[in-house]
């Protein structure tokens, strides 16, 4: 594992909105699961379950919820991550996007494309559609499937505009 292979990894990965029809394995999608695992939690709680989605009627319901799902219309299925607050209280959101960029950095690193679609306004709707029991709150949905573009980078914020030395507001960056 070189040092430009991680870097490159990690600027290379894009949210993904055309995706090939082909489908993804399950064994692949185990792989990804297993890795997004890996990914950090307040005193290790592991706050996260994922409901992969490959019912077509469901998927087009999840798709439906709000416009900037629809790119899910077209990818093989959706992989949607679940948190128990319980299981961490204070920092369960936090926890549960970890995994999440860790299932879409691991979907990356095999090849495979994925689109975060906000959940978070949805919450019952999810919930509902796919049977969430009370008190588990659906923080993402991810599209997976194989991509059909490669866009370009979205802009960043300079590095000046979002670093500090010491203080607040003391450049870092001059
Ligand atoms: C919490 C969250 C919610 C997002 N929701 C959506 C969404 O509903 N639809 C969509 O097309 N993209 C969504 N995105 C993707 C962002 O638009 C995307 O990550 C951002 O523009 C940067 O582009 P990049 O992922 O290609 O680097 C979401 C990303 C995050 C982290």
Not at 50 to 74: C, N, S, T, W
Not at 127 to 148: C, H, N, Q, S, Y
Request: glycine residues 4%.
């Amino acid at each position: 594992m070189t040092e430009e292979y991680c870097t490159e990894l990690l600027l290379g990965r894009r949210s993904i909105r055309r995706f090939k029809p082909e489908d993804v394995s399950d064994e692949i999608l185990y792989r990804v699961i297993e890795i997004a695992r890996y990914a950090p939690s307040a005193r290790n709680s592991q706050p996260w379950e994922f409901i992969v989605v490959r019912d077509a009627e469901l998927k087009e319901k999840l798709a439906g919820i709000h416009a900037g799902a629809k790119p899910l219309r077209q990818a093989p299925l959706a992989v949607v991550v679940v948190c128990d607050p319980r299981k961490s209280p204070v920092s369960y959101m936090l926890d549960c996007a970890n995994a999440a960029t860790y299932f879409l950095l691991a979907a990356h690193a095999l090849g495979l494309g994925t689109l975060w679609i906000q959940a978070l306004r949805n919450t019952d709707e999810i919930r509902e559609l796919l049977k969430i029991p009370e008190g588990r709150v659906p923080v993402a949905i991810i599209a997976v499937g194989w991509p059909d573009e490669s866009p370009e980078p979205r802009p960043r914020r300079e590095l000046k505009e979002i670093t500090h030395l010491n203080s607040y507001g003391e450049p870092y960056i001059k």
